[in-house]
Protein backbone atom coordinates (compact mmCIF):
# COMPACT_ATOMS: atom_id res chain seq x y z
CA UNK A 1 0.00 0.00 0.00
CA UNK A 2 2.96 2.57 0.74
CA UNK A 3 4.39 1.21 -2.64
CA UNK A 4 1.52 2.17 -4.03
CA UNK A 5 0.85 5.28 -2.79
CA UNK A 6 4.21 6.28 -3.83
CA UNK A 7 3.59 5.37 -7.37
CA UNK A 8 0.57 7.96 -6.78
CA UNK A 9 2.68 10.58 -5.92
CA UNK A 10 5.28 10.04 -8.81
CA UNK A 11 2.56 9.87 -11.21
CA UNK A 12 0.77 13.28 -9.94
CA UNK A 13 3.64 15.00 -10.10
CA UNK A 14 4.67 13.65 -13.42
CA UNK A 15 0.84 14.43 -14.79
CA UNK A 16 0.92 18.38 -13.36
CA UNK A 17 4.11 18.74 -15.28
CA UNK A 18 2.27 17.38 -18.18
CA UNK A 19 -0.58 19.85 -17.87
CA UNK A 20 1.75 23.13 -17.46
CA UNK A 21 3.60 22.30 -20.47
CA UNK A 22 0.23 23.03 -22.37
CA UNK A 23 0.38 19.34 -24.56
CA UNK A 24 -3.24 18.54 -22.83
CA UNK A 25 -5.55 18.74 -26.23
CA UNK A 26 -9.03 20.41 -25.22
CA UNK A 27 -10.53 17.99 -27.38
CA UNK A 28 -9.32 15.19 -25.72
CA UNK A 29 -10.72 16.45 -22.34
CA UNK A 30 -14.47 16.65 -23.61
CA UNK A 31 -14.16 13.08 -24.97
CA UNK A 32 -13.24 12.17 -21.84
CA UNK A 33 -15.09 13.98 -20.03
CA UNK A 34 -18.24 12.75 -21.21
CA UNK A 35 -17.25 9.58 -20.86
CA UNK A 36 -16.46 9.46 -17.36
CA UNK A 37 -19.13 11.87 -16.21
CA UNK A 38 -21.93 12.43 -18.80
CA UNK A 39 -22.29 8.83 -19.25
CA UNK A 40 -22.40 8.56 -15.54
CA UNK A 41 -24.95 10.93 -14.67
CA UNK A 42 -28.11 8.47 -15.10
CA UNK A 43 -26.75 6.14 -12.05
CA UNK A 44 -25.61 8.65 -10.42
CA UNK A 45 -28.76 10.29 -9.88
CA UNK A 46 -30.60 7.58 -9.50
CA UNK A 47 -28.30 6.15 -6.28
CA UNK A 48 -28.50 9.76 -4.96
CA UNK A 49 -32.37 9.80 -5.19
CA UNK A 50 -33.38 6.83 -3.38
CA UNK A 51 -30.73 7.35 -1.13
CA UNK A 52 -32.38 10.84 -0.20
CA UNK A 53 -35.78 9.07 -0.62
CA UNK A 54 -34.85 6.46 2.17
CA UNK A 55 -33.49 9.17 4.53
CA UNK A 56 -36.20 11.39 3.95
CA UNK A 57 -38.34 7.97 4.68
CA UNK A 58 -37.31 7.19 7.69
CA UNK A 59 -36.43 11.05 9.09
CA UNK A 60 -40.12 12.44 8.28
CA UNK A 61 -41.66 9.75 10.78
CA UNK A 62 -39.68 10.07 13.05
CA UNK A 63 -39.48 13.96 13.03
CA UNK A 64 -43.40 14.19 12.76
CA UNK A 65 -43.69 12.22 15.87
CA UNK A 66 -41.60 15.10 18.08
CA UNK A 67 -43.86 17.65 16.07
CA UNK A 68 -40.63 18.71 14.24
CA UNK A 69 -41.54 17.88 10.75
CA UNK A 70 -40.89 21.22 9.32
CA UNK A 71 -37.12 20.46 9.94
CA UNK A 72 -37.16 17.73 7.29
CA UNK A 73 -35.85 19.68 4.36
CA UNK A 74 -33.22 20.95 6.38
CA UNK A 75 -31.68 17.70 7.49
CA UNK A 76 -32.04 16.13 4.28
CA UNK A 77 -30.26 19.15 2.85
CA UNK A 78 -27.74 19.10 5.29
CA UNK A 79 -26.90 15.25 4.95
CA UNK A 80 -26.70 15.32 1.54
CA UNK A 81 -24.87 18.52 0.40
CA UNK A 82 -22.08 17.44 3.62
CA UNK A 83 -21.78 13.35 2.43
CA UNK A 84 -24.14 11.84 0.26
CA UNK A 85 -23.95 13.67 -3.08
CA UNK A 86 -20.32 13.93 -3.09
CA UNK A 87 -19.48 10.70 -1.62
CA UNK A 88 -22.31 8.59 -3.89
CA UNK A 89 -21.45 10.42 -7.14
CA UNK A 90 -18.00 9.59 -6.39
CA UNK A 91 -18.38 5.96 -5.94
CA UNK A 92 -20.73 5.44 -9.12
CA UNK A 93 -18.81 7.00 -10.96
CA UNK A 94 -15.67 5.43 -9.55
CA UNK A 95 -17.49 1.91 -10.04
CA UNK A 96 -18.40 2.82 -13.91
CA UNK A 97 -15.86 5.04 -15.52
CA UNK A 98 -12.56 4.62 -12.55
CA UNK A 99 -12.90 0.45 -13.65
CA UNK A 100 -12.66 1.41 -17.14
CA UNK A 101 -9.98 3.88 -17.08
CA UNK A 102 -7.95 0.96 -14.99
CA UNK A 103 -8.68 -1.66 -17.53
CA UNK A 104 -7.83 0.57 -20.51
CA UNK A 105 -4.60 1.48 -19.33
CA UNK A 106 -4.01 -1.84 -17.79
CA UNK A 107 -4.72 -3.53 -21.53
CA UNK A 108 -2.10 -1.24 -23.07
CA UNK A 109 0.63 -2.33 -20.77
CA UNK A 110 0.08 -5.98 -21.45
CA UNK A 111 0.08 -5.36 -25.13
CA UNK A 112 2.88 -3.02 -25.16
CA UNK A 113 1.42 -0.43 -25.69
CA UNK A 114 3.08 1.26 -23.39
CA UNK A 115 6.07 0.36 -24.60
CA UNK A 116 5.81 1.69 -27.85
CA UNK A 117 4.84 5.17 -26.48
CA UNK A 118 8.28 5.38 -24.75
CA UNK A 119 9.82 4.45 -28.39
CA UNK A 120 8.05 7.07 -29.84
CA UNK A 121 9.16 9.36 -26.87
CA UNK A 122 5.47 9.73 -25.72
CA UNK A 123 5.46 10.39 -21.93
CA UNK A 124 2.76 7.90 -21.12
CA UNK A 125 1.70 8.79 -18.19
CA UNK A 126 1.30 12.47 -18.94
CA UNK A 127 -0.15 11.23 -22.05
CA UNK A 128 -2.81 9.22 -20.45
CA UNK A 129 -3.62 10.65 -17.24
CA UNK A 130 -3.63 14.66 -18.01
CA UNK A 131 -7.04 15.16 -19.91
CA UNK A 132 -8.76 12.26 -17.35
CA UNK A 133 -7.54 13.94 -14.95
CA UNK A 134 -8.80 17.18 -15.65
CA UNK A 135 -12.11 15.98 -17.23
CA UNK A 136 -12.31 14.59 -14.14
CA UNK A 137 -11.57 17.45 -11.76
CA UNK A 138 -13.76 19.74 -13.54
CA UNK A 139 -17.15 17.46 -14.31
CA UNK A 140 -17.30 14.82 -11.50
CA UNK A 141 -18.43 18.69 -9.14
CA UNK A 142 -20.64 19.18 -12.01
CA UNK A 143 -22.63 16.08 -11.06
CA UNK A 144 -22.26 15.87 -7.50
CA UNK A 145 -24.54 19.58 -7.74
CA UNK A 146 -27.26 18.14 -10.06
CA UNK A 147 -27.57 14.78 -7.86
CA UNK A 148 -27.77 17.46 -4.92
CA UNK A 149 -30.75 19.31 -6.43
CA UNK A 150 -32.78 15.50 -7.47
CA UNK A 151 -31.99 14.21 -4.01
CA UNK A 152 -33.74 17.62 -2.33
CA UNK A 153 -36.19 17.19 -4.78
CA UNK A 154 -36.76 13.57 -4.21
CA UNK A 155 -36.94 14.17 -0.56
CA UNK A 156 -39.78 16.53 -1.14
CA UNK A 157 -41.75 14.29 -2.80
CA UNK A 158 -41.34 11.92 -0.47
CA UNK A 159 -42.36 13.77 2.39
CA UNK A 160 -45.23 15.09 0.43
CA UNK A 161 -46.70 11.84 -0.25
CA UNK A 162 -45.90 10.19 3.62
CA UNK A 163 -46.29 13.06 5.95
CA UNK A 164 -48.20 15.15 4.09
CA UNK A 165 -45.86 18.07 4.42
CA UNK A 166 -46.39 21.34 2.25
CA UNK A 167 -43.39 21.39 0.00
CA UNK A 168 -43.13 25.29 0.85
CA UNK A 169 -42.58 24.10 4.50
CA UNK A 170 -39.86 21.48 3.50
CA UNK A 171 -38.07 23.89 0.97
CA UNK A 172 -38.00 26.65 3.72
CA UNK A 173 -36.61 24.42 5.57
CA UNK A 174 -34.00 23.70 2.87
CA UNK A 175 -33.45 27.47 2.56
CA UNK A 176 -32.58 28.10 5.73
CA UNK A 177 -30.26 25.21 6.62
CA UNK A 178 -28.33 25.99 2.98
CA UNK A 179 -24.64 27.31 4.09
CA UNK A 180 -22.60 28.29 1.04
CA UNK A 181 -19.95 27.11 2.72
CA UNK A 182 -20.99 23.33 2.75
CA UNK A 183 -22.05 24.37 -0.98
CA UNK A 184 -18.58 25.11 -1.58
CA UNK A 185 -16.82 22.34 0.24
CA UNK A 186 -19.32 19.64 -1.33
CA UNK A 187 -17.80 20.91 -5.03
CA UNK A 188 -14.11 21.03 -3.34
CA UNK A 189 -14.85 16.92 -2.61
CA UNK A 190 -16.21 16.34 -5.96
CA UNK A 191 -13.16 17.53 -7.52
CA UNK A 192 -10.97 15.66 -5.36
CA UNK A 193 -12.71 12.82 -5.37
CA UNK A 194 -12.50 12.88 -9.03
CA UNK A 195 -8.85 13.86 -9.51
CA UNK A 196 -8.29 11.07 -6.67
CA UNK A 197 -10.37 8.35 -8.39
CA UNK A 198 -8.82 8.83 -12.00
CA UNK A 199 -5.45 8.90 -9.96
CA UNK A 200 -5.93 5.74 -8.48
CA UNK A 201 -7.50 3.61 -11.22
CA UNK A 202 -5.11 5.07 -13.98
CA UNK A 203 -1.38 4.35 -11.97
CA UNK A 204 -3.23 0.47 -10.76
CA UNK A 205 -3.80 -0.34 -14.54
CA UNK A 206 0.36 1.05 -15.20
CA UNK A 207 1.65 -1.08 -12.57
CA UNK A 208 -0.10 -3.74 -14.19
CA UNK A 209 2.02 -7.04 -15.39
CA UNK A 210 1.27 -10.35 -16.80
CA UNK A 211 -1.94 -11.16 -19.48
CA UNK A 212 -5.12 -10.97 -19.37
CA UNK A 213 -6.41 -12.00 -16.25
CA UNK A 214 -3.95 -9.50 -14.76
CA UNK A 215 -5.96 -6.69 -15.90
CA UNK A 216 -8.88 -8.10 -14.31
CA UNK A 217 -7.02 -8.72 -11.34
CA UNK A 218 -6.02 -5.14 -11.17
CA UNK A 219 -9.40 -3.75 -12.18
CA UNK A 220 -10.86 -4.94 -9.27
CA UNK A 221 -7.90 -3.38 -7.39
CA UNK A 222 -8.41 -0.37 -8.52
CA UNK A 223 -11.72 -0.55 -7.67
CA UNK A 224 -11.28 -0.89 -3.82
CA UNK A 225 -8.00 1.27 -3.75
CA UNK A 226 -10.44 4.36 -5.22
CA UNK A 227 -12.81 3.71 -2.58
CA UNK A 228 -10.64 3.79 0.50
CA UNK A 229 -8.29 6.50 -1.11
CA UNK A 230 -11.46 8.61 -1.49
CA UNK A 231 -12.80 7.89 1.71
CA UNK A 232 -9.62 9.26 3.01
CA UNK A 233 -9.50 12.10 1.36
CA UNK A 234 -13.27 12.62 2.53
CA UNK A 235 -11.81 12.42 6.97
CA UNK A 236 -9.13 15.00 5.44
CA UNK A 237 -11.35 17.44 4.26
CA UNK A 238 -14.36 17.21 7.01
CA UNK A 239 -11.23 17.76 9.82
CA UNK A 240 -9.85 20.75 7.96
CA UNK A 241 -13.02 22.55 7.02
CA UNK A 242 -15.47 21.34 9.79
CA UNK A 243 -13.11 20.14 13.18
CA UNK A 244 -11.86 23.24 14.90
CA UNK A 245 -8.35 21.68 15.40
CA UNK A 246 -5.79 24.49 15.72
Aim: a positive charge.
Amino acid sequence: MISFFGHCIINLFVTLKYIFSGRTKFSEILVKAASISYDSLPISLIIVAVAAVVIATQVALQFLMTGAEAYVGGSLELALVREIAPGFVAFAISARSGTAICSEMANMKVTSQVDAMKTLKVDPVGYYFAPRMIASIITVPMVVLIAEFVGIIAGMVICFTTINLHPNRYFNSVWLWLSMKDLFISLFKGAVFGGVMTLVCATQGYLTKGGAADVGKATTQAAIKATVYMLIADFIINLIFYVDIF
